[in-house]
């Protein structure tokens, strides 16, 4: 209703049509805009109102004009300063809803001169100026609202919203505790106390006053669906099994919704990363142009200009909750890019707090996660040379993060003779002239015994010619005169490397850990040593990085290039083992889901239990239920109603539960104490599942608990209403609660 209003405004604009006042009338009316009805139905009655239907709009017209009556005397203000008034305030929410933000806060300033402290002007401004840009004014506007009415309901929840999507969350916390102590009979002021709810993310109370909401307000349409929306996500923050089919229901309603119902579906605790659901969607925080506003400002910064870089700091300093759209990027919605981006630019000590808790933690991929640390890094908010615990690979690992000086090459410190017969080698060098810039190094180091330069190059010639020997001796003269000369160690390394002697390497390009600054060329063969180095040692990743350094600063170098290619192959090769395995056990799980389908009652007999399996699982069945043997050469059949009388003899179940781990009979109890059916994801979240093991049981013995309970014919799996459970056969249950 909303969204049409500006058409019919729009339609009357451009036909100027009376008969469309009455339409227009009735829809402010269901949009509760009175005053703006009012004038309306005058107008509509004035000009086009005929027959029966004039009595009816007539009578609704005479409740509008009591209504103002009754406002005016209340306030103490004459009608026409009322009417006005409220026409103002009503325009500012029309304003509000279409993200006119400026021109509802103008709006209502004009609707507060006509009315004086009335609460709901000052509200609607409040959330303008938020939503506008002007957090401290939004909270200093509603502050006012509670000095003069105290227990004013839109006002302590809009300053809940203001302050937690700021990070403030303990003075929101204080204002949740005294809205809480409200129960207002208006179902317009329940839901502000839900919605409230919501953003300070108290599930129990969401699902307490969405049950409540949901069951006084059936038909309050789009403030319904919202309502239900916090209740289904209520219910899925507090593992409850209706969520599923709320979000169902609302999946083609709100947007959240389906990505909810899915992330159930796969058994996830939460969206994307996180280990909760969300209630708002981080586009709700702040209005879609300003993010556009912001980039622009980034990517001019990036090209040019102090100014840019100060307008971004004033657009932080608008819209504090940058901070808590960052989080939701990296953690909901996986985009670790662009909410590393957004922090990188807000600045503020929030915003590294957040950097930090992604960066050293164990969520996304280690390429993001160091991404975060590096922007630490260049905020200088982590110290050159400083140690930071780093997750990778499975392990924690203790790394150094470093800021290096890029340099052209200076004057070297030679007679101008020596420098110009370097250049000439050089340049002999570089056309393959080999004999004639041997001639023109062995010259240099006539003249200049310390010409580290000539050494090296000399050394490169002979490893040309193959005399390795004589190479190594010149490499090792330039790194006696010079100990941190990078080219002739890099030289030495790679001999070491030829020799598979990777230690070898690592010591001699150890010492050129504490250098900074270096010459483009020094810091690409460095690059490329080490690249060379963590290759040998199959670190991948590592050797990635450092090829990706040098192609920074040359993107043509050959032998760059070519590694690149070859760990390209390679890291292709091992993604194509992982995907076999990944088809393999896409397999196993449509496999299983097949055989939990099998079975929708919750509270299934042993023979319904045995019946989903095939014969090679009951084969591994039976190896570990009876190991005295009379299995083996069994038919399918034959096997079936072995297990079946093996699990009811109680000589036979009472050796397997002796065989069982104390946590595994603790996890037969949790399930008895349910009465021998639980939720699937309530079991997991205690004990785990079996879902990496080997489906089959007649080649691989299980060892989770999960599956341990299930091979013994313990635990059973089914799907009941949409939901994964696991049960114990019901057999089973009165003699494993005295055996357990």
């Known amino acids: 209703m909303w969204q049409s209003l500006p058409y019919y405004k729009k339609a009357l604009e451009i036909t100027r049509d009376p008969e469309l006042w009455l339409p227009l009338g009735y829809l402010y009316l269901d949009l509760d805009l009175r005053a703006l009805a009012r004038n309306a139905l005058q107008q509509g009655l004035r000009h086009s109102a005929q027959g029966s239907s004039k009595k009816n709009i007539e009578h609704d017209y005479a409740l509008l004009n009591e209504d103002l009556r009754l406002m005016a005397e209340i306030m103490r203000l004459s009608r026409r300063a009322v009417q006005e008034g409220m026409q103002y305030m009503e325009e500012g929410q029309i304003a509000l809803q279409n993200g006119e933000y400026l021109h509802c806060i103008s709006l209502n300033r004009k609707a507060i001169k006509l009315l004086g402290e009335y609460p709901p002007p000052f509200n609607n401004l409040s959330l303008a100026q938020f939503f506008h840009g002007q957090p401290q004014e939004a909270v200093l506007t509603a502050e006012c609202v509670l000095e003069n009415n105290p227990g004013n309901i839109h006002a302590i929840a809009n300053l809940i919203r203001f302050l937690a999507w700021t990070g403030q ?91 909810i119902l899915s992330a159930l579906r796969n058994s996830q605790s939460g969206l994307g990363w996180s280990h909760r659901f969300p209630y708002f969607h981080s586009s709700e925080l702040i209005p879609g142009r300003e993010f556009e506003r912001l980039f622009n400002y980034y990517n001019q910064e990036r090209i040019t200009s102090q100014r840019s870089r100060s307008e971004i700091k004033r657009w932080v300093e608008r819209f504090p909750q940058v901070v808590l759209i960052a989080k939701k990027f990296i953690l909901e919605e996986q985009k670790p890019e662009l909410g590393i981006q957004l922090l990188e630019m807000a600045g503020t000590p929030d915003a590294y707090e957040t950097l930090r808790e992604f960066g050293s933690g164990q969520l996304g991929s280690s390429d993001d996660r160091m991404d975060a ?6 905020a200088k908010q982590i110290q050159p040379g400083a140690t930071v615990r780093f997750w990778k690979n499975n392990e924690w690992r203790d790394v150094q993060l470093q800021h290096f000086n890029i340099m052209d090459e200076g004057e070297r410190p030679y007679s101008p003779q020596v420098i110009k017969l370097l250049n000439q080698g050089l340049e002999a060098l570089h056309r393959e002239r080999d004999i004639e810039a041997e001639k023109l190094f062995e010259r240099v180091m006539t003249l200049e015994p310390n010409a580290t330069e000539a050494y090296n190059n000399l050394g490169t010639i002979c490893a040309h010619k193959g005399e390795i020997q004589r190479a190594k001796e010149m490499f090792e003269k330039a790194v006696e005169i ?37 010459s483009t060329q020094e810091f690409v063969f460095l690059s490329f040593m080490r690249a060379r ?63 939990q389908k099998k079975i ?80 699937w994801q309530a079991f997991c979240n205690q004990y785990g599942d079996d879902m990496e093991e080997s489906p089959y049981w007649h080649y691989h013995q299980p060892k989770t608990v999960m599956g341990r309970l299930r091979v013994r014919g313990l635990l059973a799996e089914g799907i009941v209403d949409g939901e994964l459970i696991v049960a114990i056969p019901v057999e089973l249950r009165e003699v494993l609660g005295n055996l357990v």
């Open 482 to 518: 010079n100990p941190m000369y990078v080219m002739a160690r890099c030289n030495l390394a790679s001999f070491a490397l030829d020799d598979e002697a990777v230690e070898q390497a690592e010591d001699l390009l150890a010492p050129l850990e504490s250098l900074r600054t270096f």
């Open 169 to 259: 969350t303990n003075r929101a916390n204080v204002y949740w505790q005294k809205l809480q102590q409200h129960s207002p009979e208006d179902g317009t002021l329940r839901f502000k106390i839900l919605e409230a709810a919501a953003i300070i993310e108290d599930d129990q109370k969401v699902y307490e006053l969405g049950k409540e909401f949901d069951a006084e307000y059936p038909d309050s349409g789009g403030l319904m669906s919202k309502g239900e929306f916090y209740l289904a996500v209520a219910e899925a923050n507090l593992g409850m099994r209706s969520a599923k089919r709320r979000l169902q229901k609302l999946k083609d309603v709100h947007p959240l919704a389906e990505q």
């Open 373 to 378: 640390l590096n922007a630490l890094f260049e």
């Open 533 to 595: 180095i963590a290759f040998h040692r199959e670190e991948f990743d590592l050797a990635q990085n450092q090829l990706e350094m040098a192609l920074q600063l040359d993107p043509e170098y050959e032998p760059v290039l070519e590694m690149r290619e070859r760990l390209t192959l390679i890291q292709n090769l091992r993604s194509g083992i992982v995907s076999w395995r990944e088809r393999i056990e896409k397999r196993q799980k449509v496999a299983r889901t097949k055989l």
């Open 600 to 679: 929708s009652n919750p509270n299934p007999t042993i023979a319904e239990a045995l019946s989903i399996f095939t014969k090679e699982s009951m084969t591994g069945m039976a190896r570990v239920i009876n190991l005295h043997g009379g299995w083996s050469g069994l038919k399918k059949a034959e096997l079936y109603n072995y297990l079946w009388e093996c699990l009811q003899d109680q000589y036979l179940l009472l050796g397997l539960i002796e065989d069982l781990s104390a946590e595994e009979r603790q996890a037969l109890r949790m399930v008895l104490e349910h009465k021998g059916t639980l939720s």
